[in-house]
């Protein structure tokens, strides 16, 4: 069995029962392993056998049987400009339906005694023939989406406005021919009563607000169709060593370790590293960094930002599919595509709704025109009027709209702006927990450091500075730390030789060991160098006390039985780190530091951002242990670290927070990807992780009680007390309102920012 992911559009969804209805078509077709759809996207995520018989056709001509249109996504093509096509005939049919709702009303409504014509009152037949090109035509897609899910043995909204609207019109149109025809029952040709301005209005509200539907959800999509935007379709690679002559390539051709030409002003195509010149970057497109930034020879450059000044060229790391911000992209509609499972429920809640309230109408309907009769002074003609009245109502006021797109817009609008910012959010699931996390646990170096430390000290005793340097750089050589990078850049400035060490083995959260010349050389902490066979005298041991209440990083090397020296590295602390954790703290946080560095450089470096909880010396396979401790004394933590020895610690956290430029194990155990490498950003996607959280509470708990609200109204839960009634042109309203006050809601998000320093 070989699994392939493939993503679909599908149009023609209205509500969460029609997700469900789409869900289960495809889940029917053999081969496809498992699916979800998004309403707010339009579109499914399918799992699904490539060595199946039935290919993905298949399961789209499965889809595309009903009133939904399914076609295979084209990721170079932006959401918005699919969706501005379908705007523009919503915007047309919707305009009809408004056009003719004004001379309908009035027809209905306050027109007096406009004569006859043949035999047929003028006034109604006028209002039927303004009333027929919107039930036919502005609403057509109504009526074909409600037979469709009927013959699949479902429900969803549509089926509500066609039964709505068609039992009103109907009825509208057997009183108005009945002035003209004999024979009809006592019932029709006494009715006063006709519903030709409830159809227009039925029909011309839910279509206003499907339009401001479908224009908010083009509205909150427009980051990931921005970042679609940014990828440059092709790129100038270099083709002679001169650098004279440049071949325009389709960016997805251009191989690792091309060499490409990027003018001032252009945006960059592909992951690479500068060769030759300074140049200013706009990174905003990608991090939201609003200053340019300045790169030189070796530095690192990011497909989708832009060259402010001059020519550059860029040697390239990445090919197309592997850059950053095609895995932004991937991540991020990844996310959107998730479900919480506050969103199962509903949708199980809204398999049902829809069959509910069609019971629910057709018993008001009956009650009305039976024993309901006696408790109220009628206000309509006849009870068979009222019923006809509250059936209407009924079905038109209750909206499986709202709650189906309660969650899925606020996570897309959430999701979508938090990648404009430089924060990805994996998955759904996360961003649920997130709200409740009340631990934050930060690693030191990387996370509240910028992870570049220096070397700021040499202690020497033995040997020559240069000696120390040349064996600490040969055994680290094996070693991705940062402070092994550090210690191999000092060594570069002192010398080139660099002794042969065999045999080099990385003892974890220590440090490493190797041969040289039959001797055992290590390079690492105190206990390190002790399990080597190092006896540290009483005065050297003061020493190095007396040394870590600076607050350094000490690097022990030992040669045989002996200690030749230690090298001291100091590391900044980031800009905004001591911001960081007064917001983390205020909104709730308690703050905590984990770090593998001993105790006194931890307390030193905790005491200039103000934390007060310190976890030191802690080994990478001890970091998830300490994390399930907090977990089991009732705490839910979020971890925020960089490195490999984070990742077992960022699995076993509630969420797990990764810096964008750490390990790529790292990236794979996070739940939350931080682009700019700036703890203020991961305390930002926090707070943007509760926003969007409080956002799907609000959707849910509004739909849910309009709907408690709106139906018992419709059914005329007041009539006896009030003489209140509901017409079916308000109870259009409502329910239209209702759906566009949801999505409005969640584009509230589009104008969160970040923490500022």
């Known amino acids: 069995m070989t699994i392939e992911d493939v993503r679909i559009n599908i149009t023609g969804m209205s509500c969460a029962a029609c997700v469900s209805s789409v869900e289960k078509i495809i889940l029917s077709q053999e081969g496809v392993q498992s699916v979800t759809v998004n309403l707010a996207l339009s579109n499914a995520q399918l799992s699904f056998d490539s060595n199946n018989k039935n290919t993905i056709e298949d399961v789209i ?41 004004i001379p309908t009303l009035w027809l209905t409504m306050f027109a007096s005694d406009l004569g006859e014509i043949g035999s047929f009152d003028l006034r109604l037949t006028l209002a039927m023939f303004a009333t027929i090109p919107v039930y036919l035509w502005s609403g057509w897609s109504f009526h074909t989406s409600a037979w469709a899910s009927l013959r699949h043995l479902s429900t969803n909204m549509d089926v509500l406005i066609h039964l709505g609207a068609s039992v009103a019109f109907l009825w509208s149109i057997l009183v108005t021919i009945s002035s003209g025809i004999d024979g009809f029952p006592s019932v029709i040709e006494n009715a006063e009563h006709v519903f030709f301005d409830g159809v227009v209005f039925i029909i011309g509200f839910v279509l206003i607000g499907n339009y401001l539907e479908l224009s908010a959800k083009i509205k909150a999509t427009d980051a990931i169709d921005s970042l679609m935007e940014l990828r440059p379709n092709n790129a100038r690679l270099v083709i002679d060593e001169s650098r004279k002559d440049t071949d325009k390539k389709p960016v997805e051709s251009i191989p690792i370790n091309s060499l490409i030409k990027v003018l001032a ?53 990445k ?99 938090g990648a404009k910012n430089g924060l990805l959010i994996k998955g759904i699931e996360a961003l649920e927990i997130s709200h409740k996390c009340d631990t934050l646990v930060l690693d030191k170096t990387g996370t509240i450091t910028s992870g570049k430390p220096r070397v700021s000290h040499i202690e020497i005793l033995e040997g020559e500075v240069k000696e120390i340097l040349s064996l600490a750089s040969a055994l680290e050589s094996e070693s991705t730390h940062p402070l092994a990078s550090a210690i191999h850049k000092s060594w570069s400035n002192v010398t080139s030789h660099r002794p042969t060490v065999e045999d080099i083995r990385t003892v974890a959260g220590m440090g490493l060991v190797g041969k040289l010349d039959d001797k055992v ?31 350094v990083s000490l690097v022990l090397v030992s040669q045989g039985s002996r200690l030749i020296g230690w090298i001291e590295l100091t590391d900044r602390v980031r800009r905004s780190s001591k911001v960081a954790v007064k917001k983390a703290k205020q909104m709730g946080f308690e703050v905590i530091m984990l770090t593998g560095d001993n105790q006194n450089s931890a307390n030193s470096m905790a005491e200039k951002v103000g934390i007060e909880n310190i976890i030191a010396n802690v080994k990478p396979d001890q970091k998830a242990d300490h994390i399930a401790s907090l977990q089991q004394k009732g705490r839910v933590v979020a971890m925020l670290g960089d490195g490999i020895n984070d990742a077992a610690a960022l699995s076993q956290a509630d969420v797990g927070l990764a810096m964008g430029a750490g390990s790529d194990i790292a990236l794979d155990a996070a739940d939350f990807v931080i682009v700019r490498d700036d ?40 009539l006896p007390f009030t003489g209140m009634l509901l017409p079916p042109s308000f109870a259009a309203a409502a329910m239209s309102l209702s759906s566009v006050s949801v999505v409005a809601n969640s584009l509230v998000l589009r104008w969160w920012s970040p923490i500022k320093e």
């Open 61 to 101: 001509h499965s889809v595309n049987k009903g009133k939904y249109h399914a076609a295979l996504v084209d990721n170079r093509k932006s959401k918005a400009k699919l969706s501005k096509a379908d705007l523009r005939v919503q915007g047309i049919k919707t305009l009809t339906a408004i056009i003719l709702a």
């Open 265 to 317: 002003g252009e945006t960059i195509p592909l992951d690479g590293m500068i060769e030759g010149s300074k140049v200013s970057i706009d990174e905003s497109t990608m991090t939201g960094e609003s200053y340019p930034v300045r790169k030189s020879a070796g530095d690192e450059v990011l497909a989708g930002t832009i060259v402010l000044d001059g020519t550059v060229y860029i040697r390239t790391t």
């Open 319 to 417: 090919n197309y599919e592997d850059c950053l911000l095609n895995n932004i992209i991937e991540l991020v509609e990844r996310a959107q595509m998730d479900k919480a499972p506050i969103q199962r429920l509903v949708d199980q809640i809204s398999e049902i709704f829809v069959p509910v309230v069609v019971v629910l109408a057709v018993l008001a309907s009956i009650f009305w025109a039976t024993i309901g009769a006696g408790l109220i002074d009628n206000p309509m003609n006849s009870n068979i009027e009222l019923a006809v009245m509250v059936l209407v109502s009924t079905l038109i006021i209750a909206c499986p709209c709202a709650l189906g797109l309660a969650t899925p817009t606020a996570l897309v609008v959430g999701t979508g702006v």
């Open 521 to 551: 050389v290590a390079v690492g902490n105190r206990e390190l160098i002790e399990d080597v066979g190092v006896v540290l005298t009483e005065d050297i041991s003061k020493q190095l006390e007396k040394v870590s209440l600076k607050g």
């Open 679 to 718: 703890l203020i950003d991961a305390v930002s996607s926090l707070d943007l992780g509760r926003a969007t959280m409080r956002r799907i509470k609000t959707n849910l708990g509004w739909a849910f009680t309009y709907n408690l609200i709106g139906i018992p109204l419709a059914m005329g839960v007041l």
